[in-house]
Nanobody, 125 residues
Framework: QVQLVESGGGLVQPGGSLRLSCAAS????????IGWFRRAPGKEREGVLC????????YYVASVKGRFTISRDNAKNVVYLEMSSLKPEDTAVYYC??????????????????WGQGTQVVVSS
């Protein structure tokens, strides 16, 4: 089974950019649907975006479209989340998730069997 480790979180000013990485071990990611979720303080987990394993199609929630980009490097077994034009409301713990079922896309947390430990992103001046 796959293990996921996120990195790259930190403190960034509003309007700034950040890149998160998700490194996988134990299995190759090329057959997994990969997503990024986040949990803001006092809120439920939110599926932010995901990328399919087959044609690398991507799906985003409206609040991040145009600002966040997900990509995957199957050769390196790494998934990236590029975030730009960050807002204070993007402050959250961000989680990398993986689903081996063959689904094309999903932003439902119960779709994903494997979760990383999370990395904190704080957007503040």
């Amino acid at each position: 089974q796959v293990q996921l480790v996120e990195s790259g979180g930190g403190l960034v000013q509003p309007g700034g950019s950040l890149r998160l990485s998700c490194a996988a071990s134990g299995d190759t990611l090329d057959r997994y649907l990969i997503g990024w979720f986040r949990r803001a303080p006092g809120k439920e987990r939110e599926g932010v975006l995901c990328i399919s394993y087959s044609d690398h199609s991507t799906y985003y929630v409206a609040s991040v479209k145009g600002r966040f980009t997900i990509s995957r490097d199957n050769a390196k077994n790494v998934v990236y989340l590029e975030m730009s034009s960050l807002k204070p409301e993007d402050t959250a713990v961000y989680y990398c998730v993986a689903d081996p079922s063959g689904s094309a896309w999903s932003l439902r947390p119960d779709q994903y069997d494997f979760w990383g430990q999370g990395t904190q992103v704080v957007v503040s001046s």
